[in-house]
C-alpha cells in the first residue's frame, strides 16, 4: 500500500485518535517519520481497554504498526507499554519474532507516561520541542486502538463505528465493553453491570484529566471510560470549582514550596512550564513578568501539580488552564523556546501510579475487569458530527433516511476533518449540524 492511498483510508473510514483530543490518524502520516510509537502505556489509574485489547490481538495489531512503518518508510517501530502489563507482553512475544523492525520498550508504571512527549522521549531519548510536535522529531504516535483500526480499516474494509469502554468504579461487575458510536452512558453501563451507590457521578476519561459527564453523556470515538464514583467522592467535589475562590485560596495558602513544578513531567523534559511561579504572580497579582503566564501555553493538563504534588490542596492546573485558554483566544503566541537541559533528577521524580491511585482515592477500585470485543446492540444512538480535532463532518443523510451499520453519514470537511459513519442500521429520526439521531431497525 503506498502512503496517499493508506490517508484516505484513513480519513474515509473516520479514524481518529481513539483517545485524547482525536487527531485525524491520517494526518499524522508522512514520509518525514523515521519511528512510529504504539502507545500502550494507558497511563491514568484503572483504564485497562488498551492492553486488554493489545493482548487480545497481537497479531492484527503488530501487524498493522509495522505495514504503517513500511508505508510511511520508517526504520522502525516502537510499542511503548509499562513492564507491569505482563500478560500484554507475553501475548506480544508471541508475535515480534515475526516483525524485526518492532521492538518493544518497557517503562515504569509511572505517570503521566502516556504523555507522547513523555513517551518519546523514554522509547528514543529525543525530545519534542515545547509547543513542537512529535513529527518535528520524526516521531509519529498512534494508540493501540486507533492501530486496530486502521488494521480494520485497511484489511476489512471496516469503517469507526464502534468503541472500546472501560466501565469501572462502583460497579458490580467492572468491564471494559465494544459500544456503537453515540451510545448514551446509561445504556452503556446496563451493559456492564449494576451500579453499587445511589448518588453515582460519572467521570468520562481518566480521573486525572477527565471530565464530569452525566447519564446522557455520549460516548464518541475519543471516550474511553466511564468511571463511576459516588458524588460525595472526595475527586468529584474536587472537581466542581469556583476560579474565582481557588485563586483566593493561592493567595493565602501558597507557600512557594516548589513541589507543583519539581513533579511537572513536561519542566523535568526542560519545558518552561513553572507552575509556582503562576500561583505567586496570581498570589500577589504582580503582572511585572508575563512570561510565566505565557509559559501556560506548553502546560500538557496532567493535573499531577493539582491532583498529586500540591500539599495544601490547590488548583495549579485550574488555573493555568484558564491563563492559557485566554492566551488562545487573544491570539497570543508563546514562541518557539528552545527546551532546557533534562533535569539531572528526573528519573526520581516520576508519580507511581499505584501511589497516585491512592492519593486519589481509587485503590479499592482498581481491580481485574472482564473484556467483551463484541459489540453490545443498543436501540438509539446520537452521533456527533464534531469528534475529532478539525473541521465537523457534515451531514450526508436525511430525517427519515434507512441506513445501514458503516454507511457515511457525515462526509469529511475540506481540511483537517474525519468521515462519520452510521454505528447501527436504522431509521435517522433527526439531523441537526451537531449530531445525528438514528433508532434501530
Known amino acids: 500500500m503506498n502512503l496517499e492511498t493508506l490517508k484516505k483510508t484513513a480519513r474515509e473510514c473516520g479514524i481518529v485518535g481513539a483517545g485524547g483530543a482525536g487527531f485525524p490518524a491520517y494526518a499524522k ?42 508505508t510511511l518508510g520508517a526504520k522502525e517501530a516502537v510499542i511503548g507499554i509499562k513492564s507491569e502489563y505482563t500478560e500484554t507482553i507475553k501475548a506480544l512475544s508471541g508475535v515480534l519474532s515475526d516483525h524485526t523492525s518492532v521492538r518493544m520498550e518497557q517503562v515504569r508504571p509511572a505517570y503521566p507516561m502516556g504523555d507522547e512527549v513523555v513517551l518519546i522521549y523514554e522509547a528514543t531519548g529525543r525530545i519534542v520541542r515545547p509547543g513542537g510536535l512529535p513529527i518535528e522529531q520524526n516521531v509519529v504516535v498512534y494508540n493501540v486502538e486507533t ?62 484529566m477527565g471530565r464530569l459527564g452525566d447519564e446522557n453523556t455520549i460516548i464518541t470515538k475519543t471516550t474511553n471510560a466511564i468511571i463511576i464514583l459516588d458524588r460525595a467522592h472526595e475527586l468529584i467535589m474536587k472537581m466542581d470549582k469556583n476560579l474565582d475562590v481557588e485563586r483566593r485560596r493561592a493567595s493565602s495558602a501558597c507557600c512557594q514550596c516548589r513541589t507543583c513544578t519539581d513533579l511537572c513531567s513536561r519542566h523535568a523534559l526542560g519545558h518552561p512550564i513553572e507552575p509556582h511561579r503562576i500561583m505567586r504572580a496570581v498570589a500577589n497579582q504582580d503582572v511585572s513578568d508575563l512570561s510565566g503566564f505565557q509559559n501556560s501555553a506548553f502546560c500538557s493538563g496532567c493535573g499531577i501539580c493539582e491532583k498529586y504534588a500540591c500539599p495544601q490542596g490547590l488548583s495549579p492546573k485550574s488555573i493555568i488552564q484558564e491563563f492559557k485558554t485566554g492566551l488562545r483566544s487573544a491570539g497570543i503566541n508563546a514562541g518557539k523556546p528552545d527546551p532546557a537541559p533534562v533535569s539531572e533528577d528526573r528519573e526520581y521524580r516520576k508519580v507511581p501510579v499505584h ?21 453490545c446492540k443498543v436501540s438509539r444512538v446520537r452521533i456527533p458530527m464534531s469528534q475529532h480535532i478539525g473541521a465537523p463532518a457534515n451531514p450526508v443523510v436525511q430525517t427519515g433516511d434507512m441506513v445501514r451499520e458503516g454507511q457515511i453519514i457525515g462526509s469529511p ?21 451537531k449530531y445525528i439521531e438514528i433508532s434501530s431497525l
Do not use: W
Open 147 to 208: 492501530m486496530y483500526n486502521l488494521y480494520q480499516a485497511v484489511h476489512k474494509g471496516k469503517s469507526v463505528t464502534s468503541k472500546m469502554v472501560s466501565i469501572v468504579g462502583e460497579i458490580d461487575t467492572p468491564a471494559t465493553v465494544r459500544v456503537p458510536v453515540g451510545t448514551l452512558v446509561k445504556d452503556a453501563i446496563v451493559l456492564a453491570g449494576k451500579v453499587t451507590t445511589e448518588t453515582p457521578a460519572y467521570l468520562m476519561g481518566g480521573p486525572m
Open 29 to 70: 502520516m508522512t514520509d518525514k517519520a523515521d519511528t512510529v510509537i504504539l502507545n500502550c502505556v494507558e497511563c491514568e489509574p484503572l483504564l485497562k481497554l488498551h492492553r486488554q485489547l493489545l493482548a487480545s490481538h497481537p497479531e492484527e495489531i503488530v501487524s498493522m504498526l509495522d505495514e504503517v512503518r513500511e
Open 413 to 433: 470537511s475540506e481540511g483537517l476533518s474525519a468521515g462519520v459513519h452510521a454505528s447501527i442500521s436504522g431509521t435517522v429520526t433527526n439531523v441537526t449540524e
Open 355 to 375: 501511589r497516585l491511585t491512592a492519593k486519589l482515592g481509587l485503590s479499592k477500585y482498581d481491580v481485574p475487569s472482564s473484556f467483551d470485543d463484541e459489540v
